[in-house]
């Protein structure tokens, strides 16, 4: 199974979300396309209801931290409530290349 279908099911099977996108971003960064090093999780759940930004990404952090010591690098999160969600308009931001790749 792929390290994103491992998150993935880890993702579901914590925060049961409305939408759910991850993707590995590791050929924006030094690491090279066909690495696991980087990730983007958007993330729409009830459970972020009440939470600050820095709760959720602690909760997060601490689903995967057997992966951050195990070659994933780094995370970007995108941790909404259906109702934040909502009032992006279904959006989030893209995530910039990393400096000194594809320049």
């Known amino acids: 199974m792929s390290i994103e279908k491992v998150l993935e099911e880890k993702l ?8 759910l996108q991850v993707e590995n971003e590791s050929y924006m960064h030094s690491s090279g396309r066909g690495a696991n090093s980087h990730f983007k999780f958007v993330v729409v759940s009830d459970k972020f209801v009440g939470m600050t930004k820095v709760a959720r990404h602690r909760l997060v952090y601490s689903l995967f931290s057997d992966e951050l010591q195990q070659g994933i690098h780094a995370l970007a999160l995108h941790l909404y409530s259906p109702e934040e969600w909502e009032k992006l308009g279904k959006a989030f931001p893209k995530s910039p290349n990393c400096l000194g790749v594809g320049q």
């Open 12 to 19: 579901f099977q914590e925060f049961a979300p409305l939408f």
